[in-house]
Structure formats: C-alpha cells, structure tokens
C-alpha cells in the first residue's frame, strides 16, 4: 500500500505538523509520499528521502514539483500534459486550523481522494471546545463545567480559582493559562484572545489524573493501551512540541478495570458515528473515579502512533474501512418532464 501523508497547511500549528509527519516517516512500513501545504496554501511534493525541518524552515521545498488538486487526486504539470500523484490513501496530518477544522476534509470529499481523518461534522464538532462539550454531553459523557467568553465583553466570569483559560478554536496548548488568583486575570485573557476572539473557562484541578485513548473503528473497535502523560501543571507547547515527535511506544497505565472500561465506553460514544474514517486520540479526566472529556484530538500529534503496538497494521485496516457516500445518478428528469408539460 502507498500512503500519501498531507501536511503543513495555514495554521498556528503548521511546525508541529511537520514534526508529525517526520515522525511517521520511522513507524510506517508502507511506502510513504509526502504532500506539502505551505502557509499560502500552496502543494508540493517532497522526496521522502529528503524531507527535514529545515527544507520547510529555509524554503527549499519551493524547489520541489507544485502539485494541485482537481477531481481524483493531486496532480503536476508535465511538458506534455499532466500526470496523476499516485497513492492508495491519504492521511491529513494537518493540526490545527485548516486540517482539524473542516476546509481539508471538504476538500478531499470533493475532488473524491480516499482518506483517514476527520470527516466534515466531526472536524467541526472537535474544532471547537464549546461545540466539542456540548456534544459529548449529548452522547452521555460528562464534561467539566465550563464558561464562555467572548472578547470584548464585561461578562463577570463565574467558575471559582484556579481556572485555566483556553482559546476556544485552537490546540498543542497555545495560548493556554492557569489563573490562581484575580491578578493573572488580564494577562491570561489577553494571551488567549490573541489566538481566538472567543474562549472558553473551565476548572483546573491540581494534580488530576489525565488518561490517553487513540483508537479507531474498522470491523470492531480497535484501541491503543492508555496512557498517563507525565507532566506538571499542564503540557505547555513545548512540552507537547517534543511530544509531537514521538515514536517509540509509551508505557501502560495502571488503572481499576473498572475506570479502564469506562474509558473504553466513553470512547466509544464519542467516536461513532461522527469519526468513522479517523484515527483519534480522547484525552480523559479521572475525579473520584468518575469520567470526564477533556478534550476529543480528530488528528493527534504522530497520529498517536506510541501508543500502539502495531501501529502500521491499523493503519492499513482502517485504510480499508473508509466511510462511502451515496453516488448521484445525473437524471435531469424533474427539469425535462416540467418541460414537457409545458410543451417545451
């Protein structure tokens, strides 16, 4: 199987996508092609013998073969004509904006590519932290309380100290803060509304437990072991840049078979139907033995590939086990039977 792996993109998390696409570079078996989307949005195609950091960073991907999309694929310019990229499946590693919100996914349902990510609703649903609360409240899985605010407003905010503060469209930790006491207020606020104009207002609980599931569904639910992320306050972006990178598989949590299954169960709520077709990380809050969401990743870091013990196996399953769409047939009967009663 050929995959192409499609990174890059226009969004605050570009850099990690590309250490992400790096990474799988060393856990794939399959012959891999690599499709580069730089922040104007532009396609390239980089030699996979090739492909560094610093060819992005200095520019020199600009030298490799442009490419475009139209129906079926990705194409590039010949002296004659044009000729087809050639690939099995695609996987979006796009993080962020573009990638995890939706634009990529309408792309690549458009012009017909076959893909593993988030389709449309579930990208949108994940994008959003409110939306993503809402909806897991909906499917049965608890969440923490939580306010909005929006910039500019007087709202008083109601959740007590210590909060933490996140943008609500964004992730890898950027523009997040934890704010202990009203002095912190400002500076939080003003660091989240550089990346968003609405963020969102939740408890921090100091050394809460936090528990990591990535799975997918393909015949039957197929999971990774869960792990608790060594960490302090929060993994801030740097933490979680060089999280990014990972490959070589974590450790296992230990945890009451119990709190394990409903892990499992919450997952499972979460993921069918809206991330059919996707691989997907939920990260978990364990208080008191009781479950909450706290964030669904539709596109995690290394497509969470540590966490598995055949990562390359579940991609190729899942790569057979895409979601399809009803084909439309081109009739024109409604259009030529009003005009044969008018007689036209």
């Known amino acids: 199987m050929k995959i192409a792996v499609l990174f890059g993109a226009q969004s605050f998390e ?3 996508s590309i250490v992400s696409a790096i990474a799988l570079k060393k856990v794939l078996k399959q012959e891999i092609i690599y ?12 030699p996979t013998d090739k492909i560094t950091s610093k060819r992005f960073s200095s520019g020199e991907y600009k030298k490799d073969k442009a490419l475009y999309l139209k129906q079926g694929g990705f194409y590039a310019k010949k002296m004659l004509g044009e000729e087809q990229i050639s690939f099995d499946v695609m996987i979006n590693l796009v993080h ?13 349902d458009f012009f017909g590519v076959p893909y593993i990510g988030p389709r449309i609703e579930g990208s949108c649903i994940s994008y959003n932290k409110l939306l993503t609360k809402l909806y897991a409240k909906e499917v049965g899985v608890n969440v923490l309380d939580y306010q909005v605010i929006h910039k500019g407003s007087n709202e008083p905010i109601c959740i007590a100290y210590p909060f933490i503060v996140k943008p609500i469209r ?3 930790s ?38 990591n599931l990535a799975g997918c569904k393909t015949d039957t639910f197929k999971f990774s072991i869960i792990e608790e992320p060594q960490k302090e306050d929060f993994l801030d972006f740097d933490k979680k840049y060089l999280d ?3 490959t070589k598989r974590v450790n296992e949590a230990t945890l009451d078979t119990h709190v394990e299954e409903g892990i499992r169960q919450a997952f499972m709520k979460l993921y069918d139907p809206l991330f059919l077709g996707a691989l997907i990380r939920c990260d978990f809050f364990v208080i008191d033995k009781k479950i909450y ?13 540590y966490l598995f013990d055949n990562f390359d196996c579940i991609i190729t399953e899942l790569a057979n ?8 047939t081109k009739a024109y009967r409604y259009i030529n039977s009003i005009q044969a009663a008018k007689g036209k």
């Open 96 to 108: 962020g904006r573009d990638g995890e919100d939706g634009k990529l996914s309408s792309l690549l």
């Open 321 to 328: 086990y895409l979601p399809s769409t009803t084909p439309v």
């Open 174 to 211: 950027i523009g997040i803060g934890i704010v202990k006491e009203e002095k912190e207020l400002a500076y939080a606020l003003d660091v989240a509304f550089e990346f968003d104009d609405t963020v969102l207002i939740e408890p921090f609980v100091c050394s809460v437990k936090e528990y």
């Open 35 to 46: 499709i580069f989307c730089d922040y104007e949005r532009n396609f390239y195609l980089i």
């Open 244 to 246: 990014f990178s990972r």
């Open 293 to 305: 969401l706290n964030e669904i990743n539709p596109i995690p870091g290394s497509m969470a590939n």
């Open 170 to 172: 964004l992730g890898s």
């Open 14 to 16: 570009h850099e990690i």
